[in-house]
T-cell receptor, first 113, second 114 residues
Framework: EAQVTQNPRYLITVTGKKLTVTCSQN?????MSWYRQDPGLGLRQIYY?????VTDKGDVPEGYKVSRKEKRNFPLILESPSPNQTSLYFC????WGGGNEQFFGPGTRLTVL | GESVGLHLPTLSVQEGDNSIINCAYS??????FIWYKQESGKGPQFIID?????DKRQGQRVTVLLNKTVKHLSLQIAATQPGDSAVYFC?????????????FGKGTHLIIQP
């Protein structure tokens, strides 16, 4: 089944404890991105990657890192999480010929205490 | 700054009726306008898009209308079904250097009454 998977789905952590949210897609998509979703603010892009070893900042990149060593994986790294990073995170991917159809993962709900 | 927004946060319709979800945008330079559907506990799902040089596009049970004069976008869902209950987001995309400049609106919650 074609899909985007994220792990973990739920995470409660404490301020300053480094964490990684993994994202993997099995559709051979070149383009991957991370979004956060907050009430009243909608979806905002954190980082995106147009291909392996190519990453760039989205609208809200502060406090986050990403890497794209393989085409299928695009992990989101929070080196020192803070409470304002409590949010619902979505990974998405699309192919270059896919127009505007991004495929989203199921989401990761992160709580930073 | 540029933004994409929605007129109503919640829309309640009777099952079988047609639904119209509205969206206002401010960036007249956007290349595409897109509608996504998000069901509870799931990620957004692409519904339909429309290029900025078009004014109407139809899909299966859905129609998107674009009025560039008043910067208004709408999604019409025909014969609304219980499975249509979700939050609907409009988004705009401005391609620059091959990268997406996707900006989402805040969402409208569509509730289907039996």
């Amino acid at each position: 089944e074609a899909q985007v998977t994220q792990n973990p789905r739920y995470l409660i952590t404490v301020t300053g404890k480094k964490l990684t949210v993994t994202c993997s897609q099995n559709m051979n998509h070149e383009y991957m991105s991370w979004y956060r979703q907050d009430p009243g603010l909608g979806l905002r892009q954190i980082y995106y990657s147009m291909n392996v070893e190519v990453t760039d900042k989205g609208d809200v990149p502060e406090g986050y890192k990403v890497s794209r060593k393989e085409k299928r994986n695009f992990p989101l790294i929070l080196e020192s999480p803070s409470p304002n990073q409590t949010s619902l995170y979505f990974c998405a991917s699309r192919t270059w010929g896919g127009g505007n159809e991004q495929f989203f993962g199921p989401g990761t709900r992160l709580t930073v205490l | 700054g540029e933004s994409v927004g929605l007129h109503l946060p919640t829309l309640s319709v009777q099952e079988g009726d047609n639904s119209i979800i509205n969206c206002a945008y401010s960036n007249s330079a956007s290349d595409y306008f897109i509608w996504y559907k998000q069901e509870s506990g799931k990620g957004p799902q692409f519904i339909i898009d429309i290029r900025s040089n078009m004014d109407k596009r139809q899909g299966q049970r859905v129609t998107v209308l674009l009025n560039k004069t008043v910067k208004h976008l709408s999604l019409q869902i025909a014969a609304t079904q219980p499975g249509d209950s979700a939050v609907y987001f409009c988004a705009e995309n401005t391609y620059s250097g091959g990268a997406d400049g996707l900006t989402f609106g805040k969402g409208t919650h569509l509730i289907i009454q039996p």
